[in-house]
């Protein structure tokens, strides 16, 4: 970026802010854009998270962008890989140099006389302070805080001798070489973490209160690879990415339709894959149904692989406190450990975690309601990416992205400067914008933005109906205000109608 005034400003230089670039180049290319990105690479969590065996839990094929294949033989990628495909993006479509790194966004204001965003970021470095100006705002920061990881508040923790490390931030060249290490946590990050650490470290025990549902999956796609060799590379992404987009739809829905039958057909893969007799009821039966929290992939059995050759063990236990030499467990028992690893969970928030205001009100996201799970009820000119919980981030994404630029080519055709999503529907009511009980959005649900009973404000949680809604969908639907310079602003509504 080489001017503080563009015409599209995106926030976050991850997988959501190189899409938004992308189709702003391909789709209106007579707009201008810059991002702004907190840290100092491309990549975002990709580049944040740096804990061993960090990798995809989503195939590439689907977590992949729409317009660049995947080609690396893995299907289920490491960070490495997935950081040489975002960066390889970006100087293929001379993006980088749109990027201004080390700039934390803390506000962004939206003034109506103006028709402009203004956003106030501060230099990683040295904190000063900066101002960028924008007619339209995409926000590609994802969802949750970049800074801090979810820790609980443990008993005895300042007892422990050894170190307690969140995979948020893990110490560059950790040495655990026949250390015995305790990973507290079932959820995907521990489901990564624990098989990596096996194969130097002396034992490790994933320490969980509760488990979660696993599936393993090949880190190959055989049949990819096979229609590699007698078809070209394009085709055979696009038949995989569909292939896969459609099974993951199917078994969301049978989970849905028909949770008891789902639950005993995960549990049935797992026992094949443990050492008879292995208590599954114990260490991996949820007491709640499938996909009512993420699925969790394993990727090659290696988990399974890891138990059954005793380098990792469960204790399905909750932790009364930590000792000098470890964890002590409510049942008695004590597990002994050099490291413990606290694989707890996200801190979840919004808008990057900068203050939105729109005509000098404050705009709490917790107060919005969203329209197609991507604008916010009475923000105008504001545009967030929100990927899937059920299927792979980037799907939506690239959707997200693609109906930004319909905005603002359509804006261009009338000669709009304004467009925000009103509520005047007084028979919608608000609804978590995730119908998950996962901990760490329930413990954020007050401040996530809600989504509605009725569409456009009921997320579809559905590739193909949004393919539908997003790419073909009318634009001005009725919903979706259009304001031209000069013309009267409505007030910002609250997420009920007036």
């Not at 130097?200 to 880190?219: D, E, F, G, I």
């Not at 694989?343 to 009100?361: I, K, M, P, S, Y």
Request: charged letters at 25%; a neutral charge; glycine letters at 8%.
């Amino acid at each position: 970026m080489t001017q503080p005034h563009v015409d599209v400003l995106i926030i976050g230089a991850g997988i959501s802010g190189i899409s938004s670039a992308w189709h702003i180049q391909k789709r209106c290319p007579g707009k201008t854009y810059g991002i702004l990105e907190q840290r100092d690479n491309i990549g975002g969590t990709w580049d944040l998270f740096r804990y061993p065996g960090i990798r995809s839990d989503s195939d590439m094929y689907t977590l992949g962008y729409r317009f660049k294949p995947w080609t690396d033989k893995k299907a289920i990628a490491d960070g490495n890989a997935i950081r040489r495909y975002l960066n390889e993006t970006a100087d293929q479509n001379s993006i980088r140099d749109k990027i201004r790194f080390g700039r934390q966004v803390k506000r962004a204001s939206w003034s109506s006389d103006t028709a402009r965003w203004t956003v106030e970021t501060a230099r990683t470095e040295t904190g000063e302070t900066e101002h960028f100006t924008c007619n339209f705002l995409s926000v590609c920061a994802g969802y949750y805080d970049y800074e801090e990881g979810y820790t609980p508040e443990f008993s005895g923790r300042d007892r422990f001798r050894g170190q307690v490390i969140h995979p948020q931030h893990w110490p560059e060249g950790l040495d655990y070489e026949d250390k015995r290490v305790v990973v507290i946590g079932s959820g995907a990050t521990a489901v990564t973490i624990i098989p990596e650490m096996a194969k130097n470290a002396a034992h490790v025990t994933m320490l969980q209160r509760s488990p979660s549902y696993m599936a393993s999956r090949p880190a190959e796609d055989g049949g990819a690879q096979f229609l590699m060799k007698i078809l070209p590379a394009k085709l055979v992404y696009t038949l995989i990415r569909w292939r896969n987009v459609f099974l993951q739809m199917y078994f969301f829905n049978a989970a849905r339709s028909r949770p008891e039958k789902t639950k005993e057909r995960l549990l049935d893969m797992l026992r094949d894959q443990l050492p008879a007799n292995y208590d599954v009821e114990t260490h991996f039966t949820p007491d709640y149904d499938p996909w009512d929290q993420r699925l969790c992939l394993v990727s090659d059995s290696d988990l399974f692989e890891a138990i059954s050759n005793g380098t990792a063990s469960i204790a399905t236990d909750k932790i009364e406190a930590f000792t000098e030499t470890g964890i002590k467990l409510t049942s008695g028992k004590q597990l002994e450990a050099d490291i413990i690893v606290t694989a707890t969970g996200l801190n979840l928030h919004n808008f990057g975690g900068a203050e939105v205001f729109v005509d000098g009100r404050h705009i709490p996201s917790g107060e919005c309601m969203t329209y197609k799970g991507m604008m916010y009820s009475g923000v105008p000119n504001l545009a967030a990416t929100f990927g899937y919980t059920n299927a792979s981030w980037t799907l939506k994404a690239d959707l997200t992205s693609e109906f930004l630029c319909r905005i603002l080519n359509y804006m261009d055709k009338v000669g709009a400067v304004q467009c925000a999503p009103h509520l005047h529907d007084p028979e919608v009511k608000e609804e978590p914008i995730v119908d998950f009980s996962s901990g760490y959005f329930k413990r954020a649900e007050h401040k996530m933005p809600k989504q509605g009973s009725k569409k456009p404000w009921k997320l579809n949680q559905n590739y193909a109906l949004d393919i539908i809604a997003m790419r073909y969908g009318k634009i001005d639907d009725g919903v979706l205000e259009f304001k031209k310079s000069g013309q009267p602003v409505a007030e910002p509504a609250a997420m009920a109608a007036e």
